[in-house]
Nanobody, 123 residues
Framework: QVQLVESGGGLVQPGGSLRLSCEAS????????MAWYRQAPGKQRELVAV????????YADSVKGRFTISRGNAKNSVVYLRMNSLKPEDTAVYSC????????????????WGQGTQVTVSS
């Protein structure tokens, strides 16, 4: 079992910055992919950014050039989302997601989610 805990959300003015953190706990050797999703009120959940254990990244078009996903360790069990030049339309609950967890010789192909952290961009 894997537990994901996000932190770093809050209220920020337009043009400001925030850094979100997500840490996966458990007897983890590595995680194939960690991602950030977001869901605004009345909208579908959307992929914001993903990073693989090999370091490849992918971003939603709406955040390219403003957001950066990075790893906090070689296991890919800690990831960050640096959000710059925030806009009111970035307001949403941001959730961390883990896919493909390796435990030593074992492998878990379940998808795990964190509880989410609120990001509000408003003046």
């Amino acid at each position: 079992q894997v537990q994901l805990v996000e932190s770093g959300g809050g209220l920020v003015q337009p043009g400001g910055s925030l850094r979100l953190s997500c840490e996966a706990s458990g007897s983890i050797s590595s995680i194939n992919a960690m991602a950030w999703y977001r869901q605004a009120p009345g909208k579908q959940r959307e992929l914001v950014a993903v990073i693989t254990s090999g370091g490849s990244t992918k971003y939603a078009d709406s955040v390219k050039g403003r957001f950066t996903i990075s790893r906090g360790n070689a296991k890919n069990s800690v990831v960050y989302l640096r959000m710059n030049s925030l806009k009111p339309e970035d307001t949403a609950v941001y959730s961390c997601n883990a896919r493909g967890v390796h435990y030593g010789l074992g492998y878990d192909d379940n998808v795990y989610w964190g509880q989410g952290t609120q990001v509000t961009v408003s003046s």
